[in-house]
């Protein structure tokens, strides 16, 4: 790590909602700012018009804030680099673009460039002349391949230029030598320059390319450290030549791998492959997924995966960043999520679980706290509740063979033997709370010479109408009330006799 004061930044295009890479990403960013006291600054990189998505940059912030990234600059905190929205920076980067082309490090072009392509976006290829001059895919470029433009002089195609005809602004990667980039996690890559072609740098409507807004504004903007994909690393040698040009300190690299949905794909939205909005929504808590985001590609060492985010901030270090791809496994994140709601206090639980419970549980006679109660220990993800629970609403439409359960050593024959038997010491008893109803039952139980599941059984079944509920018969009674209790187990006392 350098020793001046740390500046991250996260620099997504709002093009969709916010992926689970690109979440990390602005994580590991977070961090390494964090845990230097150094500081974490949101950029909104809308420079490609034809890919922006209407809402997308309030999606990203929302995401941020709601995941605990609390960014120190940004579009609307404002700071001292602003502004944060490229778009509202149009007018910084011309003046960078022909300072290189001054320095013979970049260069007019005038090849097939219209004002009139959609967008406003300049074509991204030469004209068909230097198509057909060009060497097959993949081989070097060399004098007779250049872009004609490369080689006039710098007066000539500045008049030009300035004369109003169409243009963009190209670098001009050197033929000679080699660019080495540093990686803190690829270590060095070394690209030799005559692979690399002449990236346009400024678009005929005048805005700027990914690639050179990226960093003109690292730049002015003081980051020290670039968290980005991996497939960025093609594009860095480009980075660095621009760099080199200007005159400027490179930043630290620091590249992740991609987070895969299987050995052979990436994660994708086009696949149905989840969102953060969409784990959010599918009832995963933000803490444990932003736990997990954490751990894909990253391992603190050690046997421990459970951290809060200030706990990251401490024992986060880029050397623990892996070079392979992380595969993304939701049933992993099920047992993260779940962790979380078992260590959460029980209020918060039942806070963030009520609006799931009363989706199901309109009865307001029935407790949401008492049912969130007996789901916190049982329960994974949020959005699992409505089905586990729906049957305080409406006892469902049952089949008697439930009553038949060997362990408990239960037929239908004792089945109704038991629930006479609960039914009659439920009536007498008044004050109907969990430890009096758990009482009573062990006691009916030794008076009837039974185990305990021999009577709890049958209870359970009558009540919730499954054999696999949230708490057992006595919590399930409690929760529904002494009333609703005996109504059901009539039903169910009906049920036996009548194909009894």
Same mark, same amino acid.
């Given at each position: ?98 300072? #290189?082309?001054?320095? +013979?490090?970049?260069? @007019?072009? &005038?090849?097939? /460039?219209?004002? $009139?392509?959609?967008? =406003? ?80 740098? #400024?678009?005929?409507? +005048?805005?700027?390319? @990914?690639? &050179?807004?990226? /960093?003109?504004? $690292?730049?002015?903007? =003081? ?278």
């Amino acid at each position: 790590m350098n020793d001046k004061k740390i500046r991250t930044r996260f620099a997504p295009s709002p093009t969709g909602y916010m992926h689970v890479g690109g979440l990390r990403t602005a994580l590991y960013a977070y961090l390494i700012a964090k845990k230097d006291n150094g500081t974490f600054i949101l950029r909104i990189e809308d420079t490609d018009k034809a890919r922006y998505v209407e809402g997308a940059t309030e999606v990203i912030i929302k995401t941020l804030k709601d995941a605990g990234l609390i960014y120190d600059e940004g579009p609307d905190v404002g700071g001292p680099c602003g502004p944060y929205v490229q778009s509202e920076r149009q007018h910084i980067y011309r003046p960078y673009a022909e300072e #290189l082309c001054a320095k +013979g490090a970049a260069y @007019y072009c &005038f090849c097939g /460039v219209k004002h $009139d392509e959609p967008n =406003g976006l300049s074509k991204e290829s030469v004209t068909a002349e230097i198509a057909s001059a060009k060497a097959p895919a993949g081989s070097e470029a060399t004098a007779e391949t250049d872009d004609p433009c490369r080689s006039l002089s710098y007066e000539d195609s500045r008049r030009r230029a300035m004369a109003g005809e169409p243009h963009v602004i190209r670098m001009k990667s050197p033929r000679e030598g080699e660019t080495t980039v540093v990686d803190t996690v690829f270590g060095e890559v070394t690209t030799p320059n005559k692979t690399l072609d002449d990236m346009i740098l #400024l678009k005929s409507d +005048g805005m700027p390319t @990914y690639n &050179f807004a990226n /960093v003109i504004d $690292d730049h002015l903007m =003081g980051i020290t450290h670039v968290l980005r994909g991996s497939e960025y690393i093609s594009s860095a040698p480009k980075y660095n030549l621009l760099y080199e040009a200007f005159g400027w300190e490179i930043p630290e690299y620091i590249t992740v791998s991609p987070v895969m949905r299987d050995a052979q794909h990436k994660l994708s939205k086009r696949n149905g492959d989840p969102t953060y909005d969409d784990l959010i929504n599918q009832g995963f808590i933000p803490k444990a997924v932003l736990n997990y985001i954490a751990l894909l590609g990253w391992s603190p060492g050690g046997e421990r995966e459970l951290f809060t985010l200030d706990e990251l901030i401490e024992v986060f270090d880029v050397s623990g960043i892996s070079k392979a791809p992380a595969i993304f496994d939701i049933a992993k994140l099920c047992h993260f999520s779940g962790e979380y709601i078992r260590n959460m206090p029980s209020d918060d639980f039942a806070e963030i679980a009520k609006p799931y419970i009363r989706s199901v549980v309109k009865n307001e006679s029935i407790s949401a706290s008492a049912i969130a109660g007996i789901l916190q220990t049982r329960c994974e993800k949020l959005c699992d509740i409505p089905e586990k629970i729906d049957f305080f609403e409406n006892l469902p439409d049952y089949d008697t063979e439930l009553f038949v359960h060997q362990k408990s050593k239960t037929d239908k024959t004792i089945a109704l033997d038991m629930l006479k038997a609960a039914k009659d010491t439920f009536e007498t008893l008044s004050d109907w709370t969990k430890d009096s109803v758990h009482d009573i039952m062990v006691s009916l139980a030794e008076r009837l010479g039974v185990k305990n599941a021999t009577l709890m059984w049958p209870v359970r079944i009558a009540t919730a109408g499954r054999t696999v509920t949230p708490g057992g018969a006595v919590e399930v009674c409690w929760i529904l009330g002494r009333d609703e209790t005996l109504r059901r187990i009539e039903l169910a006392i009906a049920k036996l006799t009548k194909t009894g």
